[in-house]
């Protein structure tokens, strides 16, 4: 009758591992310059740059720039530092339920994947800073 012994070893175990993993990825600072702002300019700064970019105009976001983006839109910032689960820029990109699907970004391209909405989503969370 070892089963029982076994399983909750096994769980503490693996538990032990995933946060070893976790805490080890979780610590590395996002930088914007190297790892945000390469995002942004492939997929977004198109239609968000100024003078005459399309989202720019529409909305006064530029995210040419890493003052633009904190700057935000005609209605405010898009960025609150810390708060990805809060932040309008993650809702937007990540077309989170809730949000309007014509409004979710980038506009009438592919959804970005996952890999590059987790590196946003966590630049954030390491409280949106200009690295």
Same mark, same amino acid.
């Given at each position: 009758?070892? +089963?029982?012994?076994? /399983?909750?070893?096994?769980?503490? %175990?693996?538990? *032990?591992?995933? !946060? #070893?993993?976790?805490?080890?990825?979780?610590?590395?600072?996002?930088?914007?310059?190297?790892?945000?702002?390469?995002?942004?300019?492939?997929?977004?700064?198109?239609?968000?740059?100024?003078?005459?970019?399309?989202?720019?105009?529409? +909305?006064?976001?530029? /995210?040419?720039?890493?003052?633009? %983006?904190?700057? *935000?839109?005609? !209605? #405010?910032?898009?960025?609150?530092?810390?708060?990805?689960?809060?932040?309008?820029?993650?809702?937007?990109?990540?077309?989170?339920?809730?949000?309007?699907?014509?409004?979710?970004?980038?506009?009438?391209?592919?959804?970005?994947?996952?890999?590059?909405?987790?590196?946003?989503?966590?630049?954030?969370?390491?409280?949106?800073?200009?690295?």
């Amino acid at each position: 009758m070892n +089963s029982p012994k076994l /399983l909750v070893s096994t769980l503490v %175990l693996g538990f *032990g591992m995933l !946060m #070893g993993c976790s805490g080890e990825q979780s610590d590395k600072p996002v930088s914007f310059q190297k790892d945000v702002y390469p995002i942004l300019k492939a997929s977004c700064a198109e239609c968000h740059t100024p003078p005459d970019g399309e989202g720019y105009v529409k +909305s006064g976001l530029a /995210l040419n720039t890493y003052e633009g %983006l904190m700057k *935000g839109t005609k !209605m #405010g910032p898009i960025i609150i530092p810390g708060q990805s689960i809060n932040s309008n820029l993650n809702r937007l990109i990540e077309g989170r339920p809730g949000v309007d699907p014509s409004i979710h970004m980038p506009h009438g391209k592919v959804k970005l994947p996952e890999e590059k909405l987790a590196i946003i989503r966590k630049w954030v969370d390491q409280g949106a800073k200009n690295n």
